[in-house]
């Protein structure tokens, strides 16, 4: 069964460094059709899609939060790494990694310019709040 | 970059059929499959439909999807309304470019 656990700190200060690791069973961070991308919830809000990776080591970063973020991958110890810099209370939410399946041919076999990103599971979350 | 737009909140009684609507503001809503989330109180999404209308197995039936290439705009169906289908519930599509985008959650209460 394919799971994906969040972990980190539940309590950052204003223009701290947050560092979260998603840590995935069931499933190869080698494996090119799947990622693990990085979304978050405020309290009460939407989704907001953050930063993602694939097996060759191609990132993709939200453009408003690019400058902030950085992405990394240890495939031996099945773990995704999110670093966030400059956190500020704007930045609480509930902070999800989910596997994102990246491929080409759709449900009609049909071969596809672009590719289909989307999610299949998602990881419980961890809550961040950032309070001084 | 595109924008994704639902309807803040939604409701309607048990039995009955709602629609919940997903606009593309840029860019054709047929460019990128349309995939919809559902995320129950307190619960991490789920996916309830994925490539515009194609259900996830163990998603029943009355969970349906469609595009209007007219109106830009992508449709999430749910027709004999439950209790246990209040939810909020997200579109998302891929821009081409590396960036993803989510709409901004319908929240449907089954009153």
């Known amino acids: 069964q394919v799971t994906l656990k969040e972990s980190g700190p539940v309590l950052v200060k204003p223009t701290e460094t947050l560092t979260l690791t998603c840590t995935v069973s069931?499933?190869?961070?080698?494996?090119?059709?799947?990622?693990v991308s990085w979304i978050r919830q405020p309290p009460g809000k939407a989704l907001e899609w953050l930063a993602h990776?694939?097996?060759?080591?191609?990132?993709s970063y939200s453009p408003s939060l690019k400058s902030r973020l950085t992405i990394s991958k240890d495939t031996s110890k099945s773990q995704v790494v999110l670093t966030m810099t400059n956190m500020d209370p704007v930045d609480t939410a509930r902070y999800y990694c989910?596997?994102?399946?990246?491929?080409?041919?759709?449900?009609?076999?049909?071969?596809?310019?672009?590719?289909?990103?989307?999610?299949?599971?998602w990881g419980q979350g961890t809550l961040v709040t950032v309070s001084s | 970059n595109f924008m994704l737009t639902q309807p803040h909140s939604v409701s309607e009684s048990p039995g009955k059929t709602v629609i919940i609507s997903c606009t593309r503001n840029?860019?054709?809503?047929?460019?990128?499959?349309v995939h919809w989330y559902q995320q129950r109180p307190g619960s991490s999404p789920t996916t309830v439909i994925y490539?515009?209308?194609?259900?996830p197995s163990g998603v029943p039936d009355r969970f349906s999807g469609s595009i209007d290439s007219s109106s830009n705009s992508a449709s999430l169906t749910i027709s004999g309304l439950k209790t246990e289908d209040e939810a909020d519930y997200y579109c998302?599509?891929?821009?081409?470019?590396?960036?993803?985008?989510f709409g901004g959650g319908t929240k449907l209460t089954v009153l």
């Open positions: 989910a596997r994102i399946l990246r491929y080409y041919y759709d449900h009609r076999g049909y071969y596809l310019s672009v590719s289909i990103r989307r999610f299949d599971t």
């Open positions: 069931d499933f190869s961070l080698s494996n090119a059709r799947m990622g």
């Open positions: 990776i694939f097996s060759n080591d191609e990132k």
């Open positions: 840029t860019g054709s809503i047929a460019s990128n499959y």
């Open positions: 490539e515009d209308n194609q259900r």
């Open positions: 998302q599509s891929y821009d081409g470019s590396d960036s993803l985008v």
